[in-house]
């Protein structure tokens, strides 16, 4: 499967100070190639789950279905309804609109195929984009996707790769439409194998929402509605907030320490329920759990602009970007517990990880699940970490 594993991309944004200087190399494990999960199980809920004491390191093999019995009954469950957008698409090169001479205008430029990666959208028709070949495609250069009923322009270059393309309809359908049509699922380039029909539905959370993610909240994938139904009688109080999960969450650390990596900012949205029930929670001693790094993310990096803005909630409604680096030695002011699938070695969610539960803890928690035979990553099993 051709595939972005991002390897390429160097994009230089704002990051927060670092708290700790960490090797990267600290942060590594050993993975069998054969326990990285290349499709889900039949039912969502049939993962397994491993249960960590953040305090004791103390683990316990269980099971996802077992969820509900595992909380107390009194937590505050923060979801993220991101939707994942089918962000890969294939199209055609068309020439440019300019009628001067180019190098793009050559016959053998104008017939290749083009790969296209939607990372991030800044207008209703323009995104920010990965192209491949990306070297070889030029400012005005046009392409073309099915029989020329979406049609695309490059606006701009940037570094390696990216690229800011505007779209336009050919015909009645609106972009959304074209790319629900042309797209392909973005499966993370450690799945070694072609979308197919089937990852439509399950590499897409049961309540997502709201479109523009380029990859899953993969924590959230475990849940059914039968699932969040026994969870809700068990009087557990569930909200929601989106980020779209972007280049920030799976952008591989190139740097030797953590301290020289570069977050990618990602933007999200916390509604005023949210922000209402979170501090509800707060007031009255009951726990703040997390489903997922991205969710993590969002409330810490509110949280931490709130404490700047000298707010008395303990996070802010609205629209923000997170560029936030969770590492350890890392002050979380909100989340208390976490739900998180397993991560790449090396990797920002693991460095994030165990800013939350402790490198030791943490990678020893993964190689009692590499013994024990745990799926792993995207579509694998999942902790539940307090």
Known sequence: ???YSVSFVCLKRFTARLPLLMRLDELNYHLPQEQIAQRPLERREASRLLRLDRSSGVFEDRLFAELSNLLRGNELLVLNNARVIPARLFGRRAGVHSQAPSRATRSEHLSGKVEIFLVRQLASDTWESLVRPGRKMHVRERILFGDGELECEV???????LRTLRFVSRDQHNVGEHFERFGHVPLPPYIDRPDETSDRERYQTVFAKNPGAIAAPTAGLHFSTQILEKIRARGVEICELTLDVGLGTFQPIHSETLEGHVMHAESYE????????IHAARIAGRPIVAVGTTVVRALEDSARRAAEAG????VLAGRAEARLFIVPGFPFRVVEGLLTNFHLPRSTLLALVSAFAGRDHVLAAYRHAVDAGYRFYSYGDCMLIR
Do not use: K, Y
């Open 1 to 3: 499967m051709t595939s």
């Open 155 to 161: 606006l701009a270059r940037g570094e390696l790769g």
């Open 270 to 277: 916390i509604p005023d329920e949210t922000v209402d029930r």
């Open 311 to 314: 707010s008395s909630n303990l």
